[in-house]
């Protein structure tokens, strides 16, 4: 098949074509620092929606984001590398396709966030459960605290 996008009166024109915003989750956008981890961890407020935990907390970023994100999976509840680096991957993933209404509230508010999801269950879940479950934490997370 061609290259060209087609549209009911002809070939879509580069400059026609209407914007789609990408999801993408830079390195700004990540929570470093143990610091800066463990303040969210013991200061945060949280929302529990097994088997993840979402700890949040308002502050100052070092980065002009509305929100910086860490993910944890304990090796107490999975003991092998490979599943705990698979729940992380599912956990970042989920939560680049369903951060963009969250950040845009945040950033219409002018606060900025650091979140901690937490990875609770001892055996991996479906990336179906993980998106859904996410999803739900940053509604819930958001409608609470934010």
């Given at each position: 098949m061609n290259a060209v996008h087609h549209r009911p009166n002809g070939p879509w024109h580069p400059d026609e074509r209407p914007p789609v915003p990408r999801a993408t989750f830079g390195k700004r956008e990540h929570l470093c620092g143990t610091l800066r981890i463990r303040a969210v961890a013991t200061t945060g407020r949280g929302v529990n929606e097994h088997p993840f935990k979402l700890v949040g907390r308002i502050m100052t970023?070092?980065?002009?984001?509305?929100?910086?994100?860490?993910?944890?999976?304990?090796k107490r509840n999975l003991r092998h590398a490979?599943?705990?680096?698979?729940?992380?991957?599912?956990?970042?993933e989920a939560y680049r396709l369903n951060k963009a209404p969250h950040v845009e509230r945040l950033a219409a508010k002018g606060i900025q966030v650091a979140w901690l999801f937490v990875f609770q269950a001892q055996q991996p879940v479906?990336?179906?459960?993980?998106?859904?479950?996410i999803s739900r934490a940053l509604t819930r997370w958001m409608e609470q605290h934010g």
């Open positions: 970023l070092s980065e002009p984001v509305a929100a910086q994100v860490a993910f944890a999976v304990p490979k599943d705990r680096n698979r729940m992380k991957r599912l956990m970042r479906s990336y179906a459960e993980t998106e859904q479950k």
